[in-house]
């Protein structure tokens, strides 16, 4: 039987793609003379056996979050307990939340264990951990309605003192099920697998409860080994009202703002129907022809949008899009 687990250098000769069945990363690294190649040789040992050791705890990883000692075993499982935790005693959550963001810091952690990196990032469809020494940047560029192809409409260049080591995208049309409306939250974090949490937890905050324009199904009825069981969540958002979507995000930065007060995340930028927030700790969003501001709010013309991390192009990336380049060679 053919290996399922593929590992292969993209042609541009710096990307790393691996791939196992959900499980789909592109991976970069730069540093002293082999330490990228050594680098992407320990991200591919360690990618081998993640998706058996997530399989074999999946049930307690499906089932809601409780306060207390972590009960997962090995070592992504636990990542995803630690970060959807700080969760459990306010609302349903499951590790699962979390699970391509534990992924990504862990193939970070194995390659920062191998090589000295000035650089780095593990982009898990687009939860993405970062590594970033000395003066070294990231630049990450937020694109309209990332389900479709759209232009780049506001960027952020983030580095190393900003402490931010993961950045995360949630909302009702991206790649996983949301309880809200957003069309997208994207938030910053010090690892993947925490902005993954409160992405989730932020996106389903942006919401206009028993609204007749949103419309929603039991989660199970969509995927039946769904971790959300039968709670409802979002197939479709009609048109809505301006004060309507005023109304839905101000709940959405109400929280993003709780979680920046609580020290758990570092940012975060909401959008729906074309209205974009952030809070007042976002590292300087700026369109790419004006000069960078610590916050913004911005009205779409045509009434879409929504935010993702995206750049250049990857394989078999599917929902949000995302990638990163740094500050001095990208635009």
């Known amino acids: 039987m053919a290996d399922p687990r593929r590992a292969r250098l993209l042609p541009d000769g710096r ?3 691996l791939q196992h ?3 789909d990363l592109v991976v970069e690294a730069a540093g002293p003379h082999g330490a990228a190649a ?4 320990a991200a591919t040992r360690r990618f081998a056996t993640i998706l058996d050791e ?10 809601p979050a409780v306060p207390g000692p972590a009960r997962a075993h090995g070592a992504v499982a636990r990542r995803m307990e630690a970060a959807v935790a700080p969760f459990a005693e306010t609302g349903f959550i499951t590790p699962m939340a979390a699970v391509a963001g534990a992924v990504a810091d862990e193939i970070l952690v ?3 264990a191998a090589a000295p990196l000035r650089r780095a990032y593990v982009n898990n469809g687009g939860d993405i951990a970062l590594h970033l020494d000395g003066d070294e940047t990231f630049r990450i560029g937020l694109v309209d309605r990332p389900d479709r192809a759209a232009g780049l409409f506001g960027t952020a260049c983030i580095g190393r003192a900003d ?7 949630s909302g009702w049309r991206g790649r996983s099920f949301s309880l809200g409306i957003a069309d997208a939250v994207t938030v910053l974090a010090r690892s993947a697998a925490a902005a993954a949490a409160a992405a989730t937890v932020v996106a389903n905050a942006v919401d206009l409860p028993g609204h007749p324009a949103v419309t929603r199904a039991p989660a199970d009825s969509i995927q039946p080994d769904s ?5 409802p969540v979002t197939r479709g958002v009609g048109e809505l009202t301006p004060g309507e979507i005023d109304l839905a995000v101000s709940r959405g930065r109400a929280r993003a703002d709780g979680l920046v007060s609580r020290a758990l995340i570092a940012g975060a930028a909401l959008h729906l129907q074309g209205l974009t927030t952030t809070n007042s700790s976002w590292p300087g969003l700026a369109r790419p022809s004006t000069n960078a501001r610590s916050t913004g709010q911005e009205r ?7 935010p993702a991390w995206m750049a250049g192009p990857s394989p078999a990336m599917t929902g949000w899009r995302a990638a990163v380049e740094g500050c001095a060679a990208w635009l």
């Open 15 to 17: 990307r790393l793609h």
């Open 38 to 41: 050594a680098a992407r040789e």
């Open 163 to 169: 402490g931010i080591g993961g950045v995360a995208t």
């Open 21 to 23: 069945g959900p499980i």
């Open 54 to 63: 997530l399989c074999g705890e999946l049930p307690l990883l499906r089932s």
């Open 227 to 231: 971790d959300l069981g039968p709670r």
């Open 110 to 112: 194995a390659m920062l």
């Open 300 to 306: 779409g013309r045509d009434g879409s949008g929504g």
